[in-house]
């Protein structure tokens, strides 16, 4: 009888143990930001975010803001599967803004960490005449 109890209770461990395992969606960006340096006033820069969903559900990017209307996004709409990477491009337009610039994109999404950052950091030069 002992024996029997001391089964059901390690089996009863073990799927509580697996069922502390599953982690639901994570997205992991390549990287988290992009420097351009120095650029002209006007000038239009862009970068694509790459990003992987490393969870064990799929990934679905709710909602994408930023902090001016300068930078504009553009992410999948459909879930990442499991093990996938995604793509997300950003563009900032550099027309009527001076010196160091970071603008920053906020993903929302199911994951564990339901906001990540990224940004696009330049230094913004007056236009030569």
């Known amino acids: 009888m002992k024996k029997l109890v001391l089964i059901m209770v390690m089996a009863l461990f073990a799927v509580a143990v697996q069922a502390q395992e599953k982690k639901g969606a994570e997205i992991i ?3 988290k930001s992009i420097d351009f340096g120095d650029i002209t006033q006007g000038d239009k820069v862009e970068h694509t975010f790459v990003f992987e969903n490393t ?4 990934l679905v990017i709710s909602n994408v803001a930023v902090t001016c209307g300068c930078t504009a996004p553009n992410w999948p709409k459909t879930p990442i599967a499991p ?3 995604g793509e997300m491009k950003v563009v900032f337009n550099s027309a009527g803004k001076m ?3 970071n603008s920053v994109v906020r993903v929302y999404s199911n994951a564990a960490e339901p906001i990540e950052k990224v940004s696009l950091i ?3 030069l007056p236009k030569g005449n």
Not at 55 to 58: I, L, Q, R
């Open 99 to 101: 010196g160091k610039q």
């Open 122 to 124: 330049s230094n913004v």
């Open 55 to 58: 969870g064990d559900v799929p």
């Open 83 to 85: 093990g996938e990477k």
């Open 29 to 31: 960006f390549k990287e």
